[in-house]
């Protein structure tokens, strides 16, 4: 697919979808936390944050900026430089950055989850949407941020197309 290794995901009561990345990033802790905790930081490769009060059960509000979606809802884990776990309306559910040093090079492994509820397709749609976004993580945080006014829907369909097929069950096996 790219460079992001491809998310995973685990179903459990028919709708509910457990979407997991792990993505190991060549940047300081300090740098992908200002990514994915901030208000400054966020809008670079995946949406506008206001309110964000950096707090255990502070508001936050996230307005996709590729889109019209805006979800409010709760914080609902911090840790800082660790955890940012924010809980929002429909579609996009618990969304959870868990950072992690990686080695001694300075580097960092970003666990993400995102718990949401929704069909087989729309589990699909925000899989390809999550693994583009972690792309433009990766490269806002090499210096090219996302020029929000010039996106369109061609690499999230390329992305969707893959996830498809590779969650197409296996064909019947025909001697």
């Known amino acids: ?49 206001d309110p964000l009060e950096p707090r255990l059960g502070g508001a936050v509000t996230l307005r996709w900026l590729n889109g019209d979606t805006e979800v409010s809802g709760t914080v609902t884990a911090w840790d800082p430089e660790y955890v940012a776990e924010y809980t929002v309306g429909p579609p996009h559910g618990r969304i959870r950055f868990h950072l992690e040093p990686a080695g001694s090079g300075g580097a960092t492994v970003l666990r993400f989850t995102n718990e949401v509820r929704g069909t087989r397709e729309e589990r699909l749609d925000a899989m390809a949407g999550w693994h583009e976004h972690f792309e433009r993580l990766a490269a806002a945080l090499d210096g090219d941020l996302s020029d929000w006014r010039s996106w369109t829907p061609e690499r999230w369909q390329h992305l969707r197309d893959l996830y498809e097929r590779e969650d197409a069950p296996w064909p019947k096996w025909e001697p």
Not at 29 to 35: E, G, I, L, S
């Open 1 to 49: 697919m790219s460079e992001i290794p491809r998310g995973r995901c685990e179903t459990h009561d028919g709708n509910l979808h457990h979407l997991r990345y792990v993505i190991d990033l060549p940047h300081p802790m300090v740098r992908v936390w200002a990514a994915v905790a901030t208000p400054e930081g966020l809008p670079q490769w995946l949406c506008a944050a």
